[in-house]
T-cell receptor, first 114, second 113 residues
Framework: AQSVTQLGSHVSVSEGALVLLRCNYSSSVPPYLFWYVQYPNQGLQLLLK??????LVKGINGFEAEFKKSETSFHLTKPSAHMSDAAEYFCAVSRGTGFQKLVFGTGTRLLVSP | DAGVIQSPRHEVTEMGQEVTLRCKPI?????LFWYRQTMMRGLELLIYFNNNVPIDDSGMPEDRFSAKMPNASFSTLKIQPSEPRDSAVYFCASSPQGHGELFFGEGSRLTVL
């Protein structure tokens, strides 16, 4: 079964520093991969998605992720963190006949200090 | 443009009571999903519908849980009887074509005492 593993339940960075959130997937077939963000007391919001087109995917708020088949990874990065980036980030893989079912990782909480 | 609307936002009830959570998806979206979020288990897919028809309910934890979608603009998730272990945030999400692009509501936080 397809799944994702997020390394690190918490990541702390300083404002202006590089953000790197790690995600590895297990899949027997090329997956659709996603990053979602959840701000406190809100629902999840799509940041970006990979659907087997370009391996480098750009999303909202300056985030991007690179699909690396050789490493089965889909890490999320942002060159310079803002205070407003503090949130929980979820990597997800979709499966099912039409890729409708979304399976989420356990999430990584990003803390940004001044 | 209204997003996914869930009600109630907060519900506190006693064990054994019936709980009904409601969801209005985004107009024109063909897929509707119910997820549950807890600290211990993370985000779990409970059930999803396509064009009002339940497609996969394998995530529904037990017979106490039921979900319906009587029309394209309304869905309910019912728990009867409720138990303390059902305490969680329940999210409804809709999608125009599936493929993992979900639009989430703000969630219903359920506390069962």
């Amino acid at each position: 079964a397809q799944s994702v593993t997020q390394l690190g339940s918490h990541v702390s960075v300083s404002e202006g520093a590089l953000v790197l959130l790690r995600c590895n997937y297990s899949s027997s077939v090329p997956p659709y991969l996603f990053w979602y963000v959840q701000y406190p007391n809100q629902g999840l919001q799509l940041l970006l998605k990979y659907t087997s087109a370009a391996t480098l995917v750009k999303g909202i708020n300056g985030f991007e992720a690179e699909f690396k088949k050789s490493e089965t990874s889909f890490h999320l990065t942002k060159p310079s963190a803002h205070m407003s980036d503090a949130a929980e980030y979820f990597c997800a893989v979709s499966r099912g006949t039409g890729f409708q079912k979304l399976v989420f990782g356990t999430g990584t909480r990003l803390l940004v200090s001044p | 443009d209204a997003g996914v609307i869930q009600s109630p936002r907060h519900e506190v009830t006693e064990m054994g009571q019936e709980v009904t959570l409601r969801c209005k998806p985004i107009s024109g979206h063909d897929y509707l999903f119910w997820y549950r979020q807890t600290m211990m288990r993370g985000l779990e897919l409970l059930i999803y519908f396509n064009n009002n028809v339940p497609i996969d309910d394998s995530g529904m934890p037990e017979d106490r849980f039921s979900a319906k979608m009587p029309n394209a603009s309304f869905s309910t998730l019912k728990i009867q009887p409720s138990e303390p272990r059902d305490s969680a945030v329940y999210f409804c999400a809709s999608s125009p074509q599936g493929h993992g692009e979900l639009f989430f509501g703000e969630g219903s936080r359920l506390t069962v005492l």
